[in-house]
Nanobody, 115 residues
Framework: QVQLVESGGGLVQAGGSLRLSCAASGIIFRINRMGWYRQAPGKQRELVATMGNRGSTNYADSVKGRFTISRGKNTVTLQMNSLQLEDTAVYYC???????????WGQGTQVTVSS
């Protein structure tokens, strides 16, 4: 089992910045990739950004150039700049055990961008 604890998020004005952090515990040696997904009201959960253990990254087109993902041994951070109203959502930390395969999820943290 892997447990994910998120921090950060909150309310910010459009054009502002926020930083999300996530720490993993448990059988972290099985994690191949960590990242962030988000879900806005009435929409499906979608990829924001992921980073593999060797540093490969994948970003949603909508956040390229504005968001930056980084990782430590058992942490993943999402720096969000130039936030837009459309970025308002619940953001979920994700860890992938590619050997199972199995996805693990954090509890979610709310990001609200106001005009």
């Amino acid at each position: 089992q892997v447990q994910l604890v998120e921090s950060g998020g909150g309310l910010v004005q459009a054009g502002g910045s926020l930083r999300l952090s996530c720490a993993a515990s448990g059988i972290i040696f099985r994690i191949n990739r960590m990242g962030w997904y988000r879900q806005a009201p009435g929409k499906q959960r979608e990829l924001v950004a992921t980073m593999g253990n060797r540093g490969s990254t994948n970003y949603a087109d909508s956040v390229k150039g504005r968001f930056t993902i980084s990782r430590g041994k058992n942490t993943v951070t999402l720096q969000m700049n130039s936030l837009q109203l459309e970025d308002t959502a619940v953001y979920y930390c994700n860890a992938l055990d590619g050997n199972s395969p199995r996805d693990y999820w954090g509890q979610g943290t709310q990001v609200t961008v106001s005009s």
